[in-house]
C-alpha cells in the first residue's frame, strides 16, 4: 500500500490548451473502449476540514492510512490538497486501476471496518465530504493509466451540456490526432470520466508535469497546430465544438508533497 500526500492547486488556463494534452482514442466502439478500460476504475474521495482544524484532519489521515496497513490493504491511495480557487482547503484521496468487481472484494474485506475506523478518527475533523467512481480513459489518454504521478499536474473538469458526451469525445479525438503528429507534443496527460457521485457528463484531464517550468509555451500552441494540419476553418470549427459542448470548467494543479 502507497499513500502519498500532494497538494492541489487552481489555475487557469484556455480550454483549448487544456484539450491538448489528450491523446490518439484507441477502440471507437463501447465494447472496445469497455475492454481496454476494464481495469482502470477509481474511487474519489473529498473532504473539507472544519474551519482551524486541518493539522487535526491531516493526523487523523494519517492515523486512518495506517490502518489501512495494519489490514494489509493493497490498493494504492493517493492523497492531495486543493489550495486555490474556490475549493481550497479540501483534501482530494483516490485508489485507481480496479475493476468494478475488485470494489465487492474490497467491501467484504474492508468496507465495515474501514468506515468505523474513518468514522471514529476523520469524521469529527469534516466539514463536509462526497465520493465518486470514474474510469481512466486509457483510449482517451496519452500516459498509460498506471503511471506514477508528476511532481505537478495541471487538472481540468468538464462539466457538459447532457447529451453532448458523443461529440465532445469526437471533437477531441480531432484534436489528438492532430497533436499525435507533433512528435515534441508532451505525452504526459489522461483523462478520467465521471460514472457516478456527481454532475454528469463530466471529464477529468491530467496533465503531469515535472515542475513548474514545463509549463512555459511549447514552441506551437494547439491553435497552430490545428490550423497546420486541419486548416484555420476546421481549426475553428473543432474548437468551437469543444466550447459549445461545456457547461462549466474548472482548473487545477497538483503538486506533489
Known amino acids: 500500500m502507497r499513500i502519498p500526500m500532494m497538494t492541489l492547486a487552481v489555475a487557469a488556463f484556455f480550454v483549448a490548451t487544456c484539450a491538448a494534452q489528450s491523446g490518439t482514442a484507441v477502440g471507437s466502439n463501447t465494447q472496445a473502449v469497455n475492454a481496454q478500460n476494464a481495469n482502470n476504475v477509481c474511487r474519489i474521495f473529498f473532504q473539507t ?4 482544524m486541518t493539522q ?3 493526523a487523523a489521515r494519517k492515523k486512518h ?6 489490514q494489509k490493504d493493497t490498493w494504492t491511495w493517493a492523497t492531495h490538497e486543493i489550495q486555490t480557487g474556490d475549493n481550497t482547503g479540501t483534501y482530494v484521496t483516490s485508489t485507481c486501476g480496479h475493476s468494478w468487481k475488485d470494489f465487492d472484494d474490497w467491501e467484504a474485506k474492508m468496507g ?6 474513518a468514522g471514529a ?3 469529527p475533523t469534516v466539514q463536509n465530504g462526497r465520493n465518486g467512481l ?5 483510449d482517451m489518454s496519452l500516459a498509460p493509466a498506471n503511471q506514477p504521478p508528476g511532481a505537478i499536474a495541471a487538472v481540468t473538469v468538464y462539466i457538459l451540456h447532457p447529451g453532448a458526451t458523443p461529440d465532445f469525445i469526437a471533437a477531441i479525438k480531432k484534436v489528438n490526432d492532430a497533436l499525435n503528429k507533433q ?3 508532451p505525452k504526459s496527460s489522461g483523462w478520467l470520466q465521471l460514472i457516478n457521485g456527481g454532475q454528469a457528463p463530466t471529464f477529468v484531464l491530467i ?4 515542475n513548474w517550468a514545463e509549463f512555459a509555451p511549447l514552441p506551437k500552441s494547439v491553435q497552430d497546430v490545428l490550423a497546420e494540419v486541419y486548416g484555420k476553418e476546421e481549426s475553428d470549427a473543432i474548437q468551437k465544438t469543444i466550447r459549445e459542448f461545456m457547461f462549466l470548467m474548472g482548473m487545477s494543479n497538483v503538486r506533489t508533497a
Not at 476540514?49 to 482551524?52: C, L, V, W
Not at 496533465?207 to 515535472?210: D, I, P, S, W
Open 207 to 210: 496533465q503531469q508535469r515535472k
Open 112 to 117: 465495515k471496518a474501514d468506515a468505523a475506523d
Open 183 to 185: 512528435t515534441d507534443w
Open 121 to 123: 478518527s476523520i469524521g
Open 56 to 58: 487535526q484532519f491531516e
Open 134 to 138: 470514474y474510469v481512466y480513459r486509457a
Open 65 to 70: 492510512n495506517a490502518f489501512h496497513g495494519t
Open 49 to 52: 476540514p472544519k474551519p482551524g
